[in-house]
C-alpha cells in the first residue's frame, strides 16, 4: 500500500504560479509512472502530466508550456510546477502513482 500526499494548492490571481507536491510514503519511483490529474466541479478527472521512473514526462496540450513534472527521488516527491495560472485551471488536483493509488488532492483556485 503507496500513501499520497499532496501539498501547495490555494488561491492565485491569474497569471500566478503555485508548486504542488506529491510525496509518497515509499519510494515514489518504485513505481513506473507517476501523474497529476484535476477534476473540475462538474467535470470528469483529466490527466495533467505524468513522469516515468526514467524521467520521460508528458503534458496534456492545455497545459504544455506552463507546467513542469519533476521528480526528486531523495525526498519521495514528485512536482508539479504550475505557471501563468488560468481561471480554468481551477481544480482538485490529484497525484496517481501507476494508475492504482491516489491521493486525497488539493484544491487550486485561480482568481481574482
Known amino acids: 500500500q503507496v500513501q499520497l500526499v499532496e501539498s501547495g494548492g490555494g488561491l492565485v490571481q491569474p497569471g500566478g504560479s503555485l508548486r504542488l507536491s506529491c510525496t509518497a510514503s515509499?519510494?515514489?519511483?518504485?513505481?513506473?509512472?507517476v501523474a497529476w490529474y484535476r477534476q473540475a466541479p462538474g467535470k470528469q478527472r483529466e490527466l495533467v502530466a505524468s513522469?516515468?521512473?526514467?524521467?520521460?514526462?508528458n503534458y496534456a496540450a492545455f497545459v504544455k508550456g506552463r507546467f513542469t513534472i519533476s521528480g526528486d527521488n531523495a525526498n519521495n516527491t514528485v512536482y508539479l510546477q504550475m505557471n501563468s495560472l488560468r481561471p480554468e485551471d481551477t481544480a482538485v488536483y490529484y497525484c496517481?502513482?501507476?494508475?492504482?493509488?491516489w491521493g486525497q488532492g488539493t484544491q487550486v483556485t485561480v482568481s481574482s
Open positions: 513522469i516515468t521512473r526514467r524521467g520521460v514526462s
Open positions: 496517481n502513482t501507476d494508475n492504482v493509488y
Open positions: 515509499t519510494s515514489i519511483f518504485s513505481a513506473y509512472v
